[in-house]
């Protein structure tokens, strides 16, 4: 019985790094919705994190910043340690404070697009100052909703 147990742990897990890596597949390569993209991978961490808690919330974030690091410009690391203490604490959220159900998640996920997007603008935006205002009006509020 153990060993089914442990085997069923495997594919569920193997299944989830496919998953998570058809989403940056899906994030990076589908087509913006005007200029906007889409951002898959946070809510995925998000949720990975409240059922397999805060190891495996690392880890799987990890894994997804990772791939959305290497499809970006700019890859310096930002999205893949952002992913990885987003699902750290969302982890630990749901372990010891938050229960989880789709409100807390729907509240957790919102406030880590919110958290990054903002992040996001004000360390490759504003950081340069050229039209951070109407950047982050035309770019990164729609991209939060």
């Given at each position: 019985m153990h060993t089914q147990r442990t085997k069923n742990s495997v594919k569920r897990r193997l299944l989830l790094a496919v998953v998570v890596i058809l989403a940056g597949l899906l994030q990076n390569c589908a087509l913006p919705v005007g200029r906007i993209g889409i951002l898959l991978l946070i809510p995925l961490t998000v949720i990975i994190a409240m059922f397999e808690k805060e190891f495996a919330g690392i880890l799987y974030g990890i894994l997804a910043g990772c791939i959305w690091?290497?499809?970006?410009?700019?890859?310096?690391?930002?999205?893949?340690?952002?992913?990885?203490?987003?699902?750290?604490?969302?982890?630990?959220?749901?372990?010891?404070i938050i229960r989880n159900t789709l409100l807390s998640a729907l509240a957790l996920c919102s406030t880590a697009t919110l958290l990054f997007s903002v992040g996001h603008w004000l360390f490759h935006v504003v950081a340069f100052g050229t039209g951070a205002f109407g950047a982050f009006l035309r770019f990164y509020f729609p991209q939060m909703l």
């Open positions: 690091d290497l499809s970006t410009a700019t890859s310096d690391g930002m999205k893949a340690l952002f992913l990885a203490l987003t699902g750290c604490i969302c982890g630990l959220l749901i372990r010891y």
